[in-house]
């Protein structure tokens, strides 16, 4: 089954970190990128930094330039979010999604270009 699933979302303080995890199977893992995404109430989903695990290129968008770092683990076809001094405005329900990586503009971590989605994982920052 091809599928993406997430992990590691919880309720933390300001400042603090969390890392989230999106395990994915029934795919060839290197032929894919990967992207993390977040989606805070009442706005639109928005990309937040994206990995190509065949070479380990990233790529982040503004909301996750400085504090988060997206990560692989190739032998467990799992890639990781470190997320760092967290802020009450990061708090959202975070997804990672996965497109085929030749001929994507998958760099861009846009919303509309990554078809395999997984259910998400939610990150509460408190002040």
């Known amino acids: 089954e091809v599928q993406l699933v997430e992990s590691g979302?919880?309720?933390?303080?300001?400042?603090?970190s969390l890392r989230l995890s999106c395990a994915a199977s029934g795919f060839i893992f290197d032929d894919?990128?990967?992207?993390w995404f977040r989606q805070a109430p009442g706005k639109e989903r928005e990309g937040?930094?994206?990995i190509s695990p065949r070479d380990g290129s990233t790529y982040y968008t503004d909301?996750?330039?400085g504090?988060?770092?997206i990560s692989s683990d190739n032998a467990k076809n799992t890639?990781?979010?470190?997320?760092n001094s967290l802020k009450p405005e990061d708090t959202?329900?975070?997804?990672?999604?996965?497109v085929f990586r030749d001929g994507s503009s998958w760099y861009r971590v846009n919303v509309g270009?990554?078809?395999?989605?997984?259910q998400g994982t939610q990150v509460t920052v408190s002040s």
């Open 32 to 35: 894919y990128a990967i992207g």
């Open 48 to 50: 937040v930094a994206c």
């Open 113 to 118: 270009d990554f078809g395999l989605w997984g």
């Open 92 to 98: 959202a329900d975070y997804y990672c999604a996965a």
């Open 79 to 83: 890639v990781y979010l470190q997320m």
């Open 67 to 69: 504090r988060f770092t």
């Open 9 to 16: 979302g919880g309720l933390v303080q300001a400042g603090g």
């Open 63 to 65: 909301s996750g330039k």
